[in-house]
């Protein structure tokens, strides 16, 4: 069994003031045609990647060898979700990108940085939508020649950690892209649809370093394809958050996960009203009075699987999912 503390902070309840976001579509971004992707050998083994919103994506080719992609990030508007191997590197298993738009980003590699600009700078992100790419999901689903297929104990996480004046900062946010450790073997799944990762308990940050795990290792290191991709990008330029080392308050901690028999929940923000138990098609549950800090919440009678908690306060809504065993 699975037991550790979520702290989250999807919307920072209780913060005043206007609140200014730009979101990283990468729609307005050109291609070449329909049906490709970012390519630049401009410049061999340097930074040729992009900016879109008020963040810059790097991204390195190489010329050696008849050109190849070293790492970083490409966008693309590809919609091959069937394709097996790397020949299928550049799509999203989606096949489109967050909401029905046509472009979407990949990252290559185990360690990716995201560079924030302008006034997103020293703020913290939203959070950004994530997926598989086709090549990841398939070789997970199926194995291929470098990877195994996956089976019970398996998982393949993304985790993204700040740094904030050039130190990277304690706080670390993951999700799993594949996750197989569920007790009740038919919850196993590999990502295949856009998920939002929220970010802002990261608080203010200048760079995020995206970074890929997974149970299936060799001797040269993580034989699951190293793809992930995203959409939707969101920084937070709020005017009322000062510059400096001050974190982003998260809203409470909730634990253990998954649960059994008691969930149990430290509100850390005393604006938070009311917090509402969910299940995954949105319907309210129970309800509980805030006014106590701590919760005990019984899950004893729930069927197993996953459950959603909002909370709901002056500044807005913070949720964060649970898995009931």
């Known amino acids: 069994m699975r037991t550790f503390t979520i702290i989250f902070s999807a919307l920072v309840l209780g913060t005043s003031g206007m609140k200014a976001q730009t979101v990283a579509t990468f729609e307005s971004l050109s291609l070449a045609s329909a049906d490709t992707f970012y390519v630049n050998y401009s410049s061999s083994g340097s930074d040729v990647g992009f900016n879109n919103g008020l963040a810059h994506f790097p991204c390195v080719y190489d010329t050696s060898w008849g050109g190849f992609w070293s790492y970083g990030f490409v966008y693309s508007d590809r919609t091959d979700s069937v394709t097996s191997g790397y020949t299928n590197q550049y799509s999203a298993k989606t096949a489109i990108g967050y909401g029905g738009s046509a472009k979407y980003a990949i990252a290559y590699g185990t360690s990716n940085r995201v560079l924030l600009q302008g006034a997103a700078t020293d703020h913290p992100v939203s959070g950004v939508y994530v997926t598989n790419s086709t090549y990841a999901y398939n070789s997970m689903r199926d194995g291929d020649a470098f990877a195994r297929k996956f089976h019970n104990g398996d998982w393949f996480k ?27 073997t038919t919850m ?11 970010l802002a308990s990261l608080g203010p940050v200048d760079s995020l370093d995206f970074t890929l795990s997974s149970t299936d290792n060799g001797t040269y290191g993580m034989n699951t394809p190293a793809y992930f991709c995203i959409d939707n990008f969101t920084t937070d330029e709020s005017a009322n958050l000062s510059v400096g080392n001050t974190a982003v308050a998260p809203v409470a901690k909730v634990y ?18 009311l ?18 800090s701590h919760l005990e919440i019984n899950t004893a009678t729930l069927p197993a699987g996953i459950y959603v908690l909002q909370m709901t306060g002056s500044g807005g809504i913070a949720t964060v999912k649970f898995v009931k065993q």
């Open 256 to 273: 253990p996960n998954p649960a059994l028999n008691t969930l149990y929940v430290d509100v850390a923000d005393n604006n938070v009203q």
């Open 275 to 292: 917090v509402a138990l969910l299940d995954m098609a949105g319907n309210v549950i129970r309800t509980y009075n805030a006014s106590l």
């Open 158 to 184: 993304l985790s993204v950690q700040g740094y904030h004046g050039g130190t990277l900062q304690p706080t670390i946010v993951s999700t799993y892209l594949a996750d197989f450790l569920f007790p009740d």
């Open 188 to 198: 196993n799944y590999i990502l295949k649809n856009w998920q939002w990762l929220n």
